[in-house]
């Protein structure tokens, strides 16, 4: 489950401090700009898997274009995360479902993963 949201860095006298506009709680702070995209990512996936497993709504994505910063100092990047990676409970759960006969033929004849798509089903009806 791959999420992205935009952080801005703030380069200050000892390496960066990141945040998240997005998402209150996902701070951190890094000496070097390779750890901290490693650091944004871990404070991204801690706050958005606590989001998840405490029933609430994940944070709309800003478009990174829109948002303000001062350039002398900040700059903003796109920071990746695959939730799976964070979140507590993550083994499968059997589901029996029924589809039409019609389109479980054409979802077999395309090589249709039926446990990823309902997955996905779920996550986007329950904004995740």
């Given at each position: 489950m791959l999420k992205i949201y935009p952080a801005i860095f703030e380069k200050d006298l000892t390496g960066y401090g990141i945040?998240?506009?997005d998402v209150e709680g996902a701070v951190?702070?890094?000496d070097t700009l390779n750890e901290g995209l490693?650091?944004?990512s871990d404070a991204l996936g801690i706050q958005l898997a606590w989001n998840i497993e405490n029933h609430l709504p994940l944070p709309d994505i800003s478009e990174i274009n829109q948002l303000s910063v001062d350039r002398t100092t900040q700059f903003a990047t796109l920071i990746s995360v695959d939730l799976t990676d964070y979140l507590q409970d993550t083994k499968a759960d059997k589901k029996t479902i029924k589809i039409p006969?019609?389109?479980n033929?054409?979802?077999?004849?395309a090589g249709v993963?039926?446990?990823?798509t309902?997955?996905?089903a779920l996550m986007d009806k329950l904004n995740i």
């Amino acid at each position: 489950m791959l999420k992205i949201y935009p952080a801005i860095f703030e380069k200050d006298l000892t390496g960066y401090g990141i945040f998240f506009p997005d998402v209150e709680g996902a701070v951190t702070q890094a000496d070097t700009l390779n750890e901290g995209l490693e650091m944004a990512s871990d404070a991204l996936g801690i706050q958005l898997a606590w989001n998840i497993e405490n029933h609430l709504p994940l944070p709309d994505i800003s478009e990174i274009n829109q948002l303000s910063v001062d350039r002398t100092t900040q700059f903003a990047t796109l920071i990746s995360v695959d939730l799976t990676d964070y979140l507590q409970d993550t083994k499968a759960d059997k589901k029996t479902i029924k589809i039409p006969h019609w389109l479980n033929i054409r979802a077999e004849k395309a090589g249709v993963n039926f446990s990823k798509t309902m997955t996905e089903a779920l996550m986007d009806k329950l904004n995740i």
